[in-house]
Every structure is written in structure tokens, then in C-alpha cells.
């Protein structure tokens, strides 16, 4: 493996410590989860430590001092356990292989942590990822403490290291965006399969079902043939009214003709995430009233594409699609135009929440919600709507950069209720692709899977 990307990440790292004070961060890799008795979940590396190191094995930490000194901690070889779990790195080989300068056996990690500790003056670590430093940095800090009289000194601030690598992790390079095109590309092609599937199945036997879980099987096939190595997040696969729940995964419900199938899925590929959404026909081909309203979603995603370039503000596609999907709320008749008033109306109300009642979307990257700040935090407030299209003082939304990357994802979710059309009960609807702010624009990284009802339909035709 190239270290050369990795020790440059840490070397930005050692850099924004030195700017916000000095000190030294302390990040570790994510525990191994047991699942039950002798059988662990797949191990998956925290993120932050993968994009600092490469190294993927458990139980490692990473030290990155102001001054550009760095350390791993990790497991030493063990010939009687790598019979069983594989071959370990090794505290010998990891400097050259990781670009780290100093490697220690984790089993000796506290007497390294107070030496590393010692005469810091703050201690960095990442929030939200569990609370593997916190529970063990007062023993260090103590032990560190303890040898105050011979002269040394303990840190004495904590600071929250999450914002600065959220800051990093936001602007992806050019090996990121390779990545993350590949695994757009992968999970385009396994909705591609699912809708010719369908398409299939329906064509061989008109009156019959398909389970969800049998288009997610065809997912996951497409996934790991192409090398990701998993899913990003539970994949959804919802038949007909299913795709109302907004969190519902691919359980056993049937899918039937004249039903709609909303999946969303995407794979994640060395660390990548990919999240797409699309919703086609069970048998191939839309209702008059699964299309009105499939339609409308359409055009809200063109509208919030529209505005996602560099310069915009990240919020300005939720804006965009909310007021096409209002526009086409009252349109067709979800809302009664006596009842709630004109889109302006309905904006200023968010009545458009009963059909429409998530955010537009959201940084992607490692975590397929990805961290990155949402505000611009170095501009004043002022006020504009907030997520119930309310007038409040807040900091505006973050103004788009090229190398960040976002999803647009709208949708349309009727449930049954007095006052709504019948023909639309029970119909749920997302399309979501993955954008990366170019120079000029965005470029969609997940459209090798039809978005448009006539393309889509003729896919599932087998024309295509
Ligand atoms: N698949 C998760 C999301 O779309 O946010
Ligand atoms: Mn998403
Ligand atoms: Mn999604």
C-alpha cells in the first residue's frame, strides 16, 4: 500500500493542531462487535483512523502531534492467533508500511500514552464515535499526574478533534472522488438489475409476486461481484405501501403488479459510501397516478440538481425541490389550494410536510451520512426558514465547494388520510443520486440507472 496520501492527511492534521493551539490527538480505531457467542459482526475500521492511516485491523490507535510527530499503536504478531484471525501487521513492519514514525504494541498502551501525553498542552479527540479515549485517558492523565514532582507536565484542556477532521473529510481528493464514482457506478448498476428483474419476473408470470428480499439478494449479488465489500447502510427494499415508512428495510412483503418498489441501497467500496434511491413499477410500467406523481419528483430532483454548484448554499436544493413538490401538491390535488392557500402559503405553513417531510440531502463520503459541517460558521446569523419553513436567527447554510459531495434525494409519501385523492394512497417515492460539486456545477456519480418513468419502463422491458 502507497502511505503517501495518508501521511499527508496527517501531516494537514498536525498542521490545523499547530493553528488551533497545538496539543496532540488521540484517535482510535473502531471495536470489534460481538454478535453473539463466538461470532463477531463484520469488523468495520472507524472512519476518521482509516482516513489518517489505511491500516483496516482492530484494536489500533493513532497519536498525531502538533509538532508533525506521529505514532501507532497495534497489535504485535502472534503466529497462534493469526492461525485463526489472519496475519497481523506487526509493530515492526508498520512504520515503513504506514508512514507512521513510531509503532508500539497496543498491549503496552498506557505507559505510551503517558509518555506521549506528557507535556502536551491539550488533548484532542474525536467526539461521537464511542468512548474508547474518554474512559481511558483520565487513567493516563493520572498516571501522568502522579509524576508531576519529577517536572513533567499533564495537559490540562480536552478539545473535541471531530470538527477538524470533519473540515478534512468534507473536500474529497481526487483518490476519493475515484473511488466514490466507482461506487455510485456499482450500486447504479444493482438498481439497473433489480428493475430488469422485476421486469422479468412479471413478464414470466403477470399475476405473481416477488419478495423483497429476493430483489435484495440481486443487490447484494451485484455489490460483492464487483468487490464492494458491503452494503453502506440496510438496504430498503419497499413493496407498494412500504415505501411510506421511511426506515423500513427489505423484509418478505410481496410486491405486485400495479405496486410500486422504492429501493433504497448503495455499496460502500474501501471505505465509500454510495446511497442511491430510485422507485420504479413492479411490472414495468407506472399507473396514471403512480407517474403524476412520480413526475413531479422528478422535477423537484432537476430543480435542487439545478442549483447544486459550487457557490450555492447546501440548503438551497431542499428550497429548490420543496417548491416543486408543493407546486405539484397542489397541482394535483394532495392539497386543496382553498384549504392551504398558494405555494408561498404552503411553504411559510410547511403543509407540504404531510407529504413531504425530510431534508433534501446530505455530505456524503465514508459514513454515507458523512460529517462535514452543515452552517457557515463564520458568518453572521440572519434569518431565513428553518426545517418546518419557520423564520428563525441562524447561521445560513454552507455555501457549496468543488470536491464536496452531496445527495439530492426528494420524494413524495401519501398515506392514507381524510382529504387526500384515494388514487394516490399508499404511494411512496424517492429518487436519489449521489452529486459531486464540480467547477462549474455537479456532476451525478449514480446515473447509470434510469431516473426518467419512460427510461426506466423501457428498461424493464428488457429493451435496453
Ligand atoms: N440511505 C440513507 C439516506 O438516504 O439518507
Ligand atoms: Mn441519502
Ligand atoms: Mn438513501
Request: hydrophobic letters at 40%; glycine letters at 8%.
Amino acid at each position: 500500500m502507497d502511505s503517501t496520501v495518508f501521511t499527508q492527511r496527517r501531516t494537514r492534521l498536525a498542521q490545523a493542531l499547530r493553528e488551533a493551539g497545538g496539543g496532540i490527538a488521540l484517535i482510535a480505531t473502531a471495536p470489534e462487535r460481538q454478535r453473539n457467542s463466538d461470532s463477531d459482526h463484520p469488523y468495520r475500521h472507524d472512519s476518521s483512523f482509516h482516513y489518517l492511516t489505511g491500516f483496516e485491523e482492530p484494536t489500533a490507535w493513532l497519536v498525531v502531534q502538533a509538532n508533525g510527530a506521529t505514532a501507532l499503536l497495534c497489535r504485535e504478531r502472534d503466529p497462534e492467533h493469526e492461525i485463526w484471525d489472519g496475519l497481523r501487521l506487526g509493530v515492526e513492519a508498520a512504520p515503513a508500511a504506514l508512514g507512521v514514525d513510531q509503532a508500539f504494541d497496543v498491549a503496552t498502551i498506557d505507559a505510551v500514552m503517558a509518555d506521549q501525553l506528557a507535556n502536551q498542552p491539550a488533548v484532542w479527540f474525536p467526539s461521537g464515535v464511542g468512548d474508547a479515549v474518554p474512559r481511558r485517558l483520565q487513567t493516563w492523565l493520572e498516571a501522568l499526574r502522579a509524576r508531576s514532582r519529577s517536572g513533567v507536565e499533564c495537559p490540562t484542556v480536552q478539545r473535541d478533534l471531530a470538527p477538524l477532521l470533519a473540515e478534512m473529510r468534507l473536500h474529497k481528493d481526487a483518490g476519493e472522488i475515484a473511488t466514490m464514482r466507482r461506487a455510485a457506478q456499482i450500486s447504479a448498476g444493482a438498481h439497473a438489475r433489480a428493475m430488469r428483474y422485476c421486469g422479468a419476473r412479471f413478464r414470466a408470470a403477470p399475476q405473481g409476486s416477488v419478495r423483497e428480499y429476493e430483489i435484495e439478494a440481486e443487490l447484494l449479488h451485484e455489490f460483492r461481484r464487483h468487490g464492494a465489500q458491503s452494503p453502506a447502510y440496510t438496504s430498503i427494499v419497499a413493496a407498494g405501501a412500504n415505501a411510506c415508512v421511511l426506515h423500513y428495510a427489505a423484509a418478505d412483503a410481496e410486491l405486485r403488479a400495479g405496486e410500486l418498489c422504492l429501493i433504497d441501497a448503495g455499496c460502500e467500496l474501501d471505505g465509500y459510501a454510495s446511497d442511491i434511491t430510485r422507485t420504479f413499477p413492479a411490472d414495468g410500467r407506472f399507473t396514471p397516478a403512480q407517474r403524476e406523481l412520480y413526475d413531479i419528483v422528478v422535477a423537484a430532483q432537476e430543480a435542487a440538481i439545478a442549483v447544486t454548484r459550487p457557490g450555492a448554499r447546501q440548503r438551497d436544493a431542499h428550497h429548490a425541490a420543496v417548491r416543486v413538490l408543493t407546486q405539484g401538491m397542489l397541482d394535483v390535488g394532495l392539497l386543496d389550494r382553498n384549504a392551504v392557500g398558494d405555494v408561498d402559503a404552503v411553504i411559510a405553513s410547511a403543509a407540504y410536510r404531510q407529504f413531504y417531510m425530510h431534508g433534501t440531502g446530505h455530505w456524503l463520503g465514508r459514513d454515507v451520512h458523512d460529517v462535514g459541517e452543515y452552517l457557515a460558521l463564520d458568518e453572521a446569523p440572519c434569518e431565513q426558514p428553518n426545517g418546518l419553513g419557520r423564520p428563525v436567527v441562524m447561521k445560513p447554510s454552507r455555501v457549496l465547494a468543488p470536491g464536496m459531495v452531496v445527495t439530492i434525494e426528494p420524494g413524495l409519501y401519501v398515506r392514507p388520510a381524510a382529504g387526500v385523492p384515494e388514487r394516490f394512497w399508499n404511494i411512496g417515492i424517492r429518487i436519489e443520486d449521489d452529486a459531486l460539486v464540480t467547477d462549474t456545477g455537479c456532476e451525478l456519480m449514480s446515473r447509470d440507472v434510469p431516473v426518467v418513468a419512460a427510461e426506466i419502463e423501457a428498461l424493464m422491458r428488457g429493451s435496453t
